[in-house]
C-alpha cells in the first residue's frame, strides 16, 4: 500500500485551556483532493498550522509523506506548496518582485509557470503589494503556494476573496494539479463550493473531526431545501407517493419542502404541475452535521 501523504494521528492542540482541536484522526492519499470543512472557530487553521509544524502540538502526530512532521519539517517543506490561512506579505514590494523571492528559496521553479498562474488568476504582476486588495493578495497567496508544482498542496482557504470566475479559474487549476497526480488538502466552510474537486471531505466541528466521506456517498445523502411557486393550487396529499420529502408546507400554490437524496422522484412529480418558481438550496453544514448524526458509521 501506498503510504498516505498526511498522517494525523491524535492530533490534539490547546492553547492553554482553550481547545484548538482534539484527537484527530485523519488520512489523506496520494492523488486525493481532500476537503477540510468547518465553521468558523471548528480548528481547520489549527490543524493545518500542526500539519506544517508551526507549532507544537499537546499531543498527537502528524505525518506528511510518512515522515514526522516535527523532526523532518525542512524535507518535507520542499514537497509542499502552503497558503495560510492569514497572508502577511512584504508591503513595500510589487508583486513580481515578491514572486522573485519565494521563486529564489524554491529549487525547481519555472518563471513561465509563475507567469502563467498570474495570467490566468488575473494577477498582475507589477503592482506593489500595499496597493493591492484582499481579492489579489490572495492570488499572490494561491502563486506562490504552486509555483514549484509541489507533491502536495495545503491550503487554508484559498478562494476566501475570489471572485466568482478566479474561482472557478482557481478550480481548474486544482484539478490539473490532481491530473498530475498531486494531493491537495484545502479548507473551506463552503460545502457546495468544494464538492466538485473534492474526493472526499472531512467535517471538522468545535475542535473534532466528525465525518470524513466520500464526496459521491455525501452527494447521495444531500438534503434539499425546496420552495415551489404553482400557477394552481395543489393539496399536500398530492406528494403523498414521495419516499424521501419530508417538512412539507402546502400553502395554496405556495409549497416548502425538504427533498433528501435522489431528486428525480421529486422533479417528475412537480413536472405534472404549472410551475411559476422554483428554487432549490443546498444546505448549510450544520444540516449536512444533523443528516450524519446517529446514521453514518462514518461518524466519528
Ligand atoms: N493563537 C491562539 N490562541 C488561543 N486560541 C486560539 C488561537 N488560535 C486559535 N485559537 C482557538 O482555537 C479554535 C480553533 O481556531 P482555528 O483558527 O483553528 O479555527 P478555523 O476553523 O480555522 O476558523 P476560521 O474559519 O474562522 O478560520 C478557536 O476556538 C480559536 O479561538
Ligand atoms: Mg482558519
Partial sequence: MNTPVIRAENLTKFYGKK?????????????????????????????????????RP????????????????PEIRKKVGYLPGELSLYQNLKVREILLHFAHFRQD??????????????????????????????????????????????????????????????????????????TIFLSSHVLPEVERVCDRVGIIRSGKLIVVENVA???????????????????KDFFSDLKNICDLHVDNNRIRCQISGDI??????????????????QPGLEDIFLAYYGESENVL
Avoid at 488520512?27 to 471548528?42: C, D, K, M, T
Avoid at 509555483?147 to 476573496?161: N, R, V
Avoid at 428525480?264 to 438550496?281: E, G, M, T, Y
Fill in 264 to 281: 428525480n422522484p421529486f422533479i417528475r412529480k412537480i413536472a405534472q404541475l404549472r410551475i411559476i418558481d422554483f428554487s432549490s438550496h
Fill in 109 to 182: 521553479v519555472h518563471w513561465n509557470f509563475v507567469e502563467e498562474l498570474a495570467e490566468r488568476l488575473k494577477c498582475d504582476l507589477s503592482h506593489p503589494i500595499h496597493t493591492l486588495s484582499q481579492g489579489n493578495k490572495q492570488k499572490v497567496g494561491v502563486i506562490q503556494a504552486m509555483m514549484h508544482k509541489p507533491e502536495l498542496l495545503i491550503l487554508d482557504e484559498p478562494t476566501s476573496g475570489l471572485d466568482p470566475l478566479i474561482r472557478q479559474e482557481f478550480y481548474k487549476l486544482i484539478m490539473e494539479f490532481k491530473a498530475e497526480g498531486k
Fill in 217 to 235: 456517498k455525501l452527494k447521495k445523502k444531500r438534503i434539499r431545501q425546496v420552495e415551489l411557486t404553482l400557477a394552481d393550487p395543489v393539496k
Fill in 58 to 73: 499537546t499531543s498527537g502526530t502528524a505525518l506528511l509523506f510518512g515522515l514526522d512532521s516535527r523532526k523532518k519539517s
Fill in 19 to 55: 481547545m484548538g482541536i482534539q484527537n484527530v484522526q485523519l488520512q489523506v492519499e496520494p492523488g486525493e483532493v481532500f476537503g477540510y470543512l468547518g465553521p468558523n472557530a471548528a480548528g481547520k487553521t489549527t490543524t493545518i498550522r500542526l500539519l506544517m509544524d508551526f507549532m
